[in-house]
């Protein structure tokens, strides 16, 4: 029977009015259940995100933030390099314009110096090299320019020498011979078809020298006109914060085509020979080649911009921390947010089970007592028309001859039933309703007989009362203990079917009575025996199973006890005993 | 002359039944279907005894029970479906015995006789 077993399974016992009082009660219980355990169940649940991280320093990090952390990084040391390569390139470049101003003020130089030459020499080949007319143009130019050591005419001799025709100034006479260094310029000049040609730096006694010599056109024919200068000592340093032009370079002119320190024309410093990021170049001199290097002193871009691949990398190391660590607390808020919806929905998802759970535990029970109402309402209905049917029976009795056996067994079919549907219908009211028993003297003797008329065991059955003495009067409930005992005595016999003995037994002591009801019947186990009083336990195939639960509490109402002894094989004894004072009702069982 | 006993029960079933089984027995039986009847029954009288189902349309068994008193006449209440409310009303209006129905017969014959022994 479902019904038997989902209450079973529910743990009611009782009927479904005090069902449903105690089903109120527990709900409150299981609500707070569901909310105590979550904690726990948190602590216990997910694994955390935070578990499995790469790590850098020690501090776990996400795969994203890695790889922007990485990406960052070596944006930054990009930036900084391409920032480097593109400061020494404007620095490069601006080197060699400046370089390139120097060289073209060099050039100018020497074409300033070249100018007079020129006319020196016109002079001397309109005057066919005349002394006097040289000396009258060269002293003046001497003069002029108080650097000037000499200016001659030379013509080359044999043996690739020169002899000086005329002369202006010291060291040069007219007659000497010039070998060397001189006469190797004077060549170049020579086939320098117009082109001055400058001789190294010369030294002599001392001093240095350095000229310039120029061939025809602008010198008599086959010969040539020379300019030859004192150089002061090749450093002349400068301030590198004067505003001197090219106060910020460090400049260098060779007399050659590499810096040789024994050719140094014209330096801004002694430190030579310029290394590192220089400008190195060749300056035509006429046909000569002289070199011109120059090396910034500071940073010509200025020192803020050379400074600005530090400011680069500086910038790009904190901008990538930063960078990271946003990225790092978004996705970490992130995760503890999604970890924390985790949580909660597996709480809330265990909650809603327990409400669940709850809720069609409530409704089964509000069912189970939507069901006894209506069985009580059906029981109370039933007691009317039975009661009627037992009257006309009893009146059929009487009409028909006594002795009939046809008659008398039907009719004494019609009153078992009878009896058998009042018991079902006593029991399920009894119960479900519970009901307060209302006591008066009862004739015991009296309403064990009636018992047994109205439970009339079959014939298989042999009955043996022992009334005892007297007739004691016992205070109860007279229906609902005439309930408790056709429910004996039907169950006495239902345990025997194949015949045996019902024995009832009445012992009045003097604070109680005791009544066995004792069968021969195959007897109960030890875990029967256990289950046999409550409700809806049944070990027979019909039969609700409510019979000795009902009477169980009726008697315990009643103030008394009902006891069973059982043993397999030997039969049962049922005992009931009940008290001879008036016992208050001890409430609802 | 033999007890006279009122029957009072608005089921036709019940009412003849009990009537007929108490006509059996010897009494001189009267039938009142409803709680109103019964009144006039009683106060016509004179009854020694009263059967009384106490559920009953109109006036139910025990507001008569209480208007046929104080004290009343024996009166022996039936009931097939009382609460417990109305059990007790019965007891504490007096009445002479309370009986579920289906009844026993005999034992209810018994109570009908100790009730006309005591009105007598």
Not at chain 1, 22 to 49: H, L, W
Not at chain 1, 382 to 400: E, K, M, T
């Amino acid at each position: 029977m479902d019904d038997q077993s989902t209450v079973d399974k529910v743990g009611g016992a009782g009927n479904p009015v005090q069902e449903r009082r105690r089903a109120a009660v527990p709900a409150p219980r299981t609500a707070e259940a569901a909310a105590g355990p979550s904690p726990q169940s948190a602590s216990a649940g997910p694994p955390r995100r935070t578990a499995r991280r790469p790590r850098v320093f020690g501090i776990p990090l996400r795969g994203l933030s890695l790889i922007a952390l990485v990406v960052l990084l070596a944006a930054t040391v990009a930036a900084t390099l391409a920032t480097r390569a593109l400061l020494r390139d404007q620095e490069k470049r601006l080197l060699q314009e400046r370089a390139g101003e120097v060289g073209l003020i060099l050039t100018q130089a020497v074409s300033a110096l070249q100018a007079p030459l020129s006319a020196l020499g016109a002079v001397a080949a309109l005057s066919h090299s005349s002394p006097t007319a040289f000396a009258t143009v060269a002293g003046p130019q001497i003069q002029t320019h108080p650097g000037t050591r000499a200016l001659l005419v030379a013509r080359p001799t044999k043996n690739g020498a020169y002899a000086v025709q005329v002369a202006a100034g010291s060291g040069f006479a007219a007659g000497d011979t010039i070998t060397g260094a001189r006469a190797r310029t004077f060549d170049q000049a020579l086939q320098g078809q117009g082109k001055p040609a400058a001789t190294p730096i010369i030294t002599e006694g001392g001093q240095r020298y350095i000229g310039l010599a120029l061939g025809p056109p602008a010198a008599p024919d086959g010969a040539v006109v020379y300019d030859e200068i004192k150089l002061s000592a090749p450093t002349t340093a400068t301030a590198s914060t004067s505003s001197a032009p090219f106060a910020e370079l460090d400049i260098a002119l060779y007399a050659s085509t590499q810096q040789n320190p024994r050719q140094v024309v014209v330096a801004t410093t002694d430190q030579l020979p310029l290394t590192g990021q220089i400008s190195a170049v060749k300056q035509p001199i006429g046909t000569t080649t002289w070199l011109l290097v120059a090396k910034s002193r500071q940073p010509l871009v200025g020192s803020i911009a050379a400074s600005a691949p530090w400011w680069v990398l500086g910038a790009g190391l904190v901008g990538t921390i930063l960078v990271v660590l946003v990225l790092e607390m978004t996705f970490r808020r992130r995760d503890f947010a999604l970890d924390l919806v985790d949580e909660r929905t597996q709480e809330l998802r265990a909650s809603l089970r327990q409400l669940e759970s709850t809720q069609e535990q409530l409704v089964h029970k509000e069912r189970l007592a939507a069901v006894g109402q209506l069985a009580a309402a059906v029981g109370h209905e039933l007691r009317n028309p039975l009661g009627v049917i037992s009257n006309a029976l009893y009146l059929i009795r009487r009409a028909v001859p006594a002795g009939d056996p046809v008659a008398e067994r039907h009719l004494g079919i019609a009153e078992r039933e009878v009896g058998a549907a009042t018991l079902i219908v006593a029991d399920l009211l009894e119960f479900a309703k519970n009901r307060q028993p209302i006591m008066t003297d009862v004739d015991i003797v009296g309403l064990v007989e009636e018992s047994l008329e109205v439970a009339a065991p079959p014939s298989n059955v042999s009955v043996e009362w022992e009334p005892g003495p007297g007739r004691p009067l016992i205070r109860a409930d007279r229906d609902q203990l005439r309930q408790v005992l056709v429910n004996l005595i039907v169950n006495a016999c239902d345990a025997m079917p194949g015949g045996g003995t019902l024995a009832i037994r009445l012992t009045d002591g003097k604070e109680t009575l005791h009544l066995d009801v004792v069968d021969t019947g195959g007897g109960m186990d030890e875990s029967t025996r256990q289950c046999i009083f409550q409700p809806f336990f049944t070990t027979k195939a019909r039969g609700v199973g409510l019979g000795l639960a009902v009477s169980e509490r009726v008697v315990r109402v009643h103030g008394g006890h009902l006891g069973v002894d059982s043993a397999p094989g030997l039969g049962s004894t049922f005992t009931v005993t009940l008290p001879h004072h008036d016992q208050p009702a001890e409430g609802r069982a | 002359m033999s007890a006279h006993v009122l029957v009072v029960d608005d089921e036709p079933g019940m009412r003849e039944t009990l009537a007929d089984i108490l006509t059996a027995a010897g009494y001189r039986v009267t039938v009142a279907c409803d709680g109103d009847a019964a009144l006039d029954e009683v106060t016509a009288g004179p009854y020694q005894a009263v059967v009384m189902d106490i559920r009953m349309p109109g006036r139910d068994g025990v507001s008569t029970l209480r208007a046929m008193g104080p004290p009343p006449p024996y009166v022996i209440m039936m009931t097939g479906y009382a609460v417990d409310e109305q059990l007790r009303e019965a007891v504490a209006a007096q009445a002479f015995a309370v009986v579920h129905k289906p009844f026993h017969v005999g034992h209810m014959l018994e109570l009908v006789a100790t009730a006309v022994e005591g009105a007598a």
